[in-house]
């Protein structure tokens, strides 16, 4: 029995079941109106005027005309009973579904002799030799890989989106930066200015100084 971790990987879901007649359920129905019909025709005229050889021989027409009408009847009776059981035991999707499965195997087979490549040909484990757990698993891990496929995506675009934010903040930092830097050159030129200003103001007080200094003197 293989470990838990060398299962094969999970098999395609079939596709829906069709509801007109395969190959097999066509070939019941064909079977059947082959039967019905080599039935009808032992009522033949001459077969069914043997049993009523008075009525033949006097009113031919009428027991003709008798012998269609059975013949119709026994026909229309035993097609619509056979298509009730067709339908009511789903008898053409029962047998298109073993259609699937026969065509399955045989797509099975056909990929393990591939893969073989022209050595034996590993004969598939029977599901009733397998654990409870490996048949859970079985069960579980279609869902298990669409949930981690789903996981994957949402983490790949996650990363997209944190990449894009990430060159969104990186250029909103650099254009800070270089705001900052203006607003420095700003501050230096002003403080520049307010120290030439200031500069110019203390030598016209000091010149203003020295005259009232001279005129005083005088």
């Not at 019941?28 to 009525?55: E, G, M, Y």
């Not at 053409?92 to 026969?102: A, E, F, T």
Request: with cysteine.
């Amino acid at each position: 029995m293989p470990a838990a971790d060398s299962r094969s990987p999970s098999p395609v879901p079939a596709p829906p079941i069709a509801d007109t007649p395969g190959p097999r359920a066509q070939g019941l129905v064909n079977i059947f109106n082959q039967a019905v019909k080599a039935t009808l025709d032992k009522c033949s005229p001459a077969n069914f005027a043997s049993c009523f050889p008075t009525a033949a021989q006097y009113s031919p027409e009428v027991l003709e005309n008798l012998r269609s009408q059975i013949v119709d009847q026994l026909d229309r009776t035993w097609k619509t009973n056979f298509d009730d059981i067709m339908a009511r035991r789903n008898v053409v999707q029962l047998l298109n579904s073993l259609d699937q499965c026969i065509e399955d195997a045989r797509l099975r087979k056909k990929r393990a002799e591939a893969n073989a490549n022209g050595g034996p040909v590993e004969r598939p484990i029977p599901p009733h030799t397998l654990s409870p757990a490996e048949i859970h698993m079985a069960h579980l891990l279609p869902f298990l890989e669409n949930q981690s496929t789903e996981m994957t995506t949402r983490l790949a675009e996650t990363q997209t989106a944190n990449t894009e934010l990430l060159s969104t903040v990186t250029a909103q930092r650099a254009e800070i930066v270089a705001l900052v830097h203006s607003l420095e050159g700003v501050v230096r030129d002003l403080e520049a200015s307010a120290l030439v200003m200031g500069q110019d103001e203390v030598q016209n007080l000091s010149k203003e100084t020295k005259e009232l200094e001279i005129a005083m003197k005088e």
